[in-house]
């Protein structure tokens, strides 16, 4: 019969150990800034799609009812209005990405019949990059 040799079995050094972390930390900083500007745009992408989402429910108030909402509001819940065939939307979709309420404004700028648009994730007109204006005319 043949015996095997006792397997002594070793932990990690303690050098071993610290240049694994010093690996990962590295990769950390190089990676994790891409990552958290992708999301950045996630986040504008997501309230560009959300518009996209209200502009298609605000016509459809308006095939039903006859007139564009006074308000965001009006495609949640029924003003009194017996054509009403709500709700168009939940009230979680009259929010952007960053917390913020969707800004409505009926008649809108430039001859349009109404301008729907977030501010981004400042919540300020203006701004560049994630604090860009998301507008339904872009």
């Known amino acids: 019969m043949i015996k095997k040799p006792f ?3 070793q932990g990690f050094t303690l050098m071993e150990l610290l240049i694994v972390m010093a690996i990962i930390g590295l ?3 190089l990676i994790a800034p891409g990552i958290i ?3 950045g745009g996630a986040q504008y ?3 560009k799609a959300r ?3 209200i502009e298609t429910a605000i016509g459809t108030y308006r095939l039903d009812v006859g007139q564009y ?3 965001l509001e009006e495609l949640v819940n029924n003003s009194g209005d017996a054509k009403w065939k709500g709700p168009y939307l939940n009230e979680s979709q009259l929010t952007d990405p960053w917390g913020k309420k969707y800004q409505f404004k009926r008649p ?3 001859g349009r019949d109404f301008d729907l648009m977030s501010y981004g994730a400042d919540g ?3 701004g560049e990059g994630d604090n860009a204006d998301i507008t339904n005319w872009q």
Do not use: E, M, N, Y
């Open 7 to 9: 397997l002594k079995q």
């Open 27 to 29: 990769l950390a900083t």
């Open 37 to 39: 500007k992708k999301f």
């Open 45 to 47: 992408d997501a309230a």
């Open 51 to 53: 518009i996209s989402v």
């Open 69 to 71: 909402p006074r308000s």
């Open 108 to 110: 809108g700028s430039g």
């Open 124 to 126: 300020v007109q203006g």
